[in-house]
């Protein structure tokens, strides 16, 4: 990456900063790899913050069926994890995870997992496992509120047959088929058992992204892991339940009990790749890849759930610091994630240009149908899900529950932090691939801009030019109608 003026002596923001198109040889977009080279068999540079409200089960499987990396977050309970991570190695690669309720569910509770939008639906299957039919989500839009969901179910209704999708069939095959039931959205079933569902839309995307898959063809899955305690044998059991990729994680990160948390983690010799955050200068780069990490995650401040900064003043503004740390990673053979900041497609390309392996999305996915949580909606009518920061008095609350009163007092009278926020789902987004869409597509864009096949060479290639707050909001779309 090469600044076309000198640079700056001040550290910049991704708001600060922009790309400059150069010479493309390049005939489409597709033409591209956004694969990552850090070790972690992800196929997209997307990773899901690991925050309560924002990777579950669900998202950290639709997110790896798409080629990105969910991480789920270390306050879970040991019997949570494990039943967390065995549902993501369940999940079908081929098709989507489907949303199930029981017949005698009411519309209410549908409602509470799905918005009436075009391409969901629920899976209805009774307590013998016998599946009885589905409700396109859309559905739901003005029914009754107590009804129940098996009586709305009007004869079968377009299912589709798992050998769809086969080395002879593909993705097109699954499309047409819907468009030949004159239906968005449909279950599949093997047997009779229901393996998942489909959508148009899901058809076009198995075409375009290739899944993160495990050495056994399932979906990838990675862990956040505390430095306190004995993380050494809470890798030893992420392993043994199958996760692919270690998370330590503090929001200090180079101290000294960081340090040791990676020199008996690495000493076990796991195999998996080793992340550890958060930083934001070279030399901790440099001691977390000395002592074993293999990704080192960056970013102190920059998240919209955060208030180091403000509470603080500790922290660094994000593109400087993944410029920098990013350099002493490649120097060491290592990686950097960039964890934070990210408001808008633009960011992702920036941070990559900077030379991040992937980039860490946190509230922008907490507003998704995917992330944990249920929907709930405001006096408009507007949907929403709860969002809040890890460092935040509810999430001190849920970490450390099982402690007395006192000492739990005393952790909360420290926590920082934003303990509850509405992030509003966006009606023409809300699914996290919809954001997966939007971001991808800039991203391929950003690398044909600067004539790159993928991201190492987007890396070289990229020319960044620093910009005045006037100049940022130039690029900002006006409002319609203006």
Same mark, same amino acid.
């Given at each position: 990456?090469?600044?076309?003026?000198?640079?700056?002596?001040?550290?910049?923001?991704?708001?600060?900063?922009?790309?400059?198109?150069?010479?493309?040889?390049?005939?489409?977009?597709?033409?591209?790899?956004?694969?990552?080279?850090?070790?972690?068999?992800?196929?997209?540079?997307?990773?899901?913050?690991?925050?309560?409200?924002?990777?579950?089960?669900?998202?950290?499987?639709?997110?790896?069926?798409?080629?990105?990396?969910?991480?789920?977050?270390?306050?879970?309970?040991?019997?949570?994890?494990?039943?967390?991570?065995?549902? !993501?190695?369940?999940? /079908?690669?081929?098709?989507?995870?489907?949303?199930?309720?029981?017949?005698?569910?009411?519309?209410?509770?549908?409602?509470?997992?799905?918005?009436?939008?075009?391409?969901?639906?629920?899976?209805?299957?009774?307590?013998?496992?016998?599946?009885?039919?589905?409700?396109?989500?859309?559905?739901?839009?003005?029914?009754?509120?107590?009804?129940?969901?098996?009586?709305?179910?009007?004869?079968?209704?377009?299912?589709?047959?798992?050998?769809?999708?086969?080395?002879?069939?593909?993705?097109?095959?699954?499309?047409?088929?819907?468009?030949?039931?004159?239906?968005?959205?449909?279950? !599949?079933?093997?047997?009779?058992?229901?393996?998942?569902?489909?959508?148009?839309?899901?058809?076009?995307?198995?075409?375009?992204?290739?899944?993160?898959?495990?050495?056994?063809?399932?979906?990838?899955?990675?862990?956040?892991?505390?430095?306190?305690?004995? /993380?050494?044998?809470?890798?030893?059991?992420?392993?043994?339940?199958?996760?692919?990729?270690?998370?330590?994680?503090?929001?200090?990160?180079?101290?000294?009990?960081?340090?040791?948390?990676?020199?008996? !983690?690495?000493?076990?010799?796991?195999?998996?790749?080793?992340?550890?955050?958060?930083?934001?200068?070279?030399?901790?780069?440099?001691?977390?890849?000395?002592?074993?990490?293999?990704?080192?995650?960056?970013?102190?401040?920059?998240?919209?759930?955060?208030?180091?900064?403000?509470?603080?003043?500790?922290?660094?503004?994000?593109?400087?610091?993944?410029?920098?740390?990013?350099?002493?990673?490649?120097?060491?053979?290592?990686?950097?994630?960039?964890?934070?900041?990210?408001?808008?497609?633009?960011?992702?390309?920036?941070?990559?240009?900077?030379?991040?392996?992937?980039?860490?999305?946190?509230?922008?996915?907490?507003?998704?149908?995917?992330?944990?949580?249920?929907?709930?909606?405001?006096?408009?009518?507007?949907?929403?899900?709860?969002?809040?920061?890890?460092?935040?008095?509810?999430?001190?609350?849920?970490?450390?529950?099982?402690?007395?009163?006192?000492?739990?007092?005393?952790?909360?009278?420290?926590?920082?932090?934003?303990?509850?926020?509405?992030?509003?789902?966006? /009606?023409?987004? /809300?699914?996290v691939e919809d954001l997966l869409d939007m971001i991808t597509?800039?991203?391929?864009?950003?690398?044909?801009?600067?004539?790159?096949?993928?991201?190492?060479?987007?890396?070289?290639?990229?020319?960044?030019? !620093?910009?005045?707050?006037?100049?940022?909001?130039?690029?900002?779309?006006?409002?319609?109608?203006?």
């Open positions: 990456m090469r600044f076309l003026g000198s640079l700056p002596a001040h550290d910049l923001t991704y708001s600060d900063v922009f790309l400059v198109p150069g010479r493309s040889d390049l005939g489409s977009r597709l033409g591209v790899s956004l694969a990552p080279q850090d070790g972690t068999g992800a196929s997209l540079p997307v990773v899901s913050a690991n925050m309560n409200s924002v990777t579950g089960p669900r998202l950290a499987a639709t997110l790896a069926r798409r080629g990105g990396l969910g991480v789920l977050p270390q306050d879970l309970t040991p019997a949570a994890l494990a039943e967390a991570v065995a549902w !993501v190695k369940a999940q /079908p690669v081929t098709w989507e995870s489907p949303f199930v309720l029981d017949p005698a569910a009411t519309v209410a509770d549908a409602l509470l997992q799905l918005p009436p939008a075009a391409g969901y639906g629920v899976v209805l299957v009774d307590g013998d496992g016998v599946f009885r039919g589905a409700i396109e989500a859309s559905r739901l839009r003005g029914a009754l509120p107590h009804a129940r969901l098996g009586d709305l179910v009007h004869g079968p209704g377009p299912v589709l047959d798992a050998s769809l999708h086969s080395a002879d069939h593909g993705p097109r095959t699954v499309f047409d088929a819907l468009v030949a039931a004159k239906a968005q959205f449909a279950p !599949v079933l093997a047997d009779g058992r229901v393996v998942g569902t489909a959508s148009r839309r899901g058809a076009v995307r198995q075409g375009v992204y290739s899944p993160a898959l495990d050495a056994n063809g399932r979906l990838r899955v990675a862990a956040a892991i505390g430095i306190t305690g004995d /993380p050494a044998a809470r890798a030893q059991e992420l392993v043994r339940l199958g996760v692919d990729v270690l998370v330590l994680d503090t929001a200090h990160g180079h101290q000294a009990g960081m340090l040791a948390a990676i020199r008996a !983690v690495a000493a076990l010799g796991t195999g998996r790749p080793i992340v550890a955050g958060n930083v934001v200068t070279p030399e901790a780069v440099r001691d977390l890849v000395g002592a074993g990490a293999d990704i080192v995650k960056v970013g102190v401040g920059p998240g919209a759930m955060c208030t180091t900064r403000m509470m603080t003043a500790v922290g660094r503004p994000q593109f400087s610091a993944v410029l920098e740390t990013a350099q002493a990673a490649r120097e060491l053979g290592a990686s950097v994630w960039a964890d934070g900041g990210v408001r808008w497609p633009r960011d992702v390309a920036l941070a990559l240009a900077a030379g991040a392996q992937s980039v860490m999305i946190g509230s922008w996915f907490a507003g998704t149908i995917e992330a944990p949580g249920t929907l709930e909606s405001d006096s408009s009518g507007a949907l929403f899900k709860q969002s809040w920061g890890m460092a935040s008095t509810k999430a001190v609350q849920e970490r450390f529950g099982g402690l007395d009163p006192y000492e739990l007092a005393r952790k909360t009278l420290f926590a920082e932090g934003i303990s509850s926020s509405r992030i509003l789902l966006d /009606p023409l987004r /809300p699914g597509t800039g991203l391929r864009s950003s690398l044909t801009y600067a004539g790159a096949a993928d991201l190492a060479a987007f890396h070289d290639r990229a020319a960044v030019g !620093v910009q005045s707050a006037a100049g940022y909001e130039e690029g900002k779309p006006l409002p319609v109608g203006w």
